[in-house]
């Protein structure tokens, strides 16, 4: 992916363990603090999260929760052979992403608002996903790598990401699914397209939910 133009917006999102054995993604839009976490079945009832404390439980469907850095919440409802469904924190509709062979992002309010389709030339790597966003429109707008390997980073990487970066401290050691995501976007994101957006992300990388294909 090329480096950002003036105007446009990337985020990146890393996936690790937490010490209750939760996978947390934190995003990051630039250098400095985060601009949100996101943690796997955050909103959970005990014992689904007694079942990611123990290792049962390696990512998959939940409610997962989204924090940004002022502190306002966006949940993630993961779910098997249904819609995933986004909420604010007092409860407040998002919007719903439909997943099948392609997916779309539907807003509470706007109508449809993005669709994720597979690259055109490369889908599938060993080393990540290709997805193109496109607008309400079918126009592309921007693009969306799920990173499965080391490899799939294209800058930057750490010595601490490896395939299998875990911690040991409660249940059984376990692999994180996917490392993390990379988005990049042609424009300024508002409020729900921001939510959105990072919901997907939380919804591919802890909830599991294939968006594409080539991905099931």
Request: neutral net charge.
């Amino acid at each position: 992916m090329s480096a950002p133009q003036d105007g446009s917006t990337m985020i990146e999102g890393r996936v690790v363990h937490k010490v209750s054995n939760a996978l947390k993604i934190t995003f990051s839009n630039g250098p400095g603090d985060p601009l949100a976490v996101g943690v796997q079945g955050a909103g959970n009832g005990l014992g689904a999260k007694t079942a990611i404390l123990f290792g049962f439980k390696n990512g998959g469907t939940g409610k997962h929760r989204i924090t940004y850095a002022d502190g306002s919440i966006v949940w993630v409802e993961s779910r098997d052979s249904a819609p995933t469904v986004l909420s604010r924190g007092d409860g407040t509709a998002i919007g719903t992403i439909q997943r099948a062979d392609t997916s779309t992002a539907v807003g509470s309010t706007a109508g449809t608002l993005f669709h994720f389709v597979p690259d055109p030339e490369e889908s599938k790597t060993p080393e990540l996903f290709r997805l193109v966003v496109l607008d309400r429109m079918g126009v592309e707008t921007g693009r969306l790598d799920v990173i499965r390997r080391v490899g799939g980073w294209a800058r930057m990487v750490s010595d601490l990401y490896d395939d299998t970066f875990w911690w040991d401290r409660a249940g059984q050691p376990l692999p994180i699914p996917i490392l993390g995501t990379r988005l990049w976007l042609k424009h300024p994101l508002d409020q729900v397209e921001r939510d959105v957006l990072l919901g997907v992300c939380v919804d591919i990388t802890l909830g599991l939910r294939p968006y594409i294909k080539a991905m099931k």
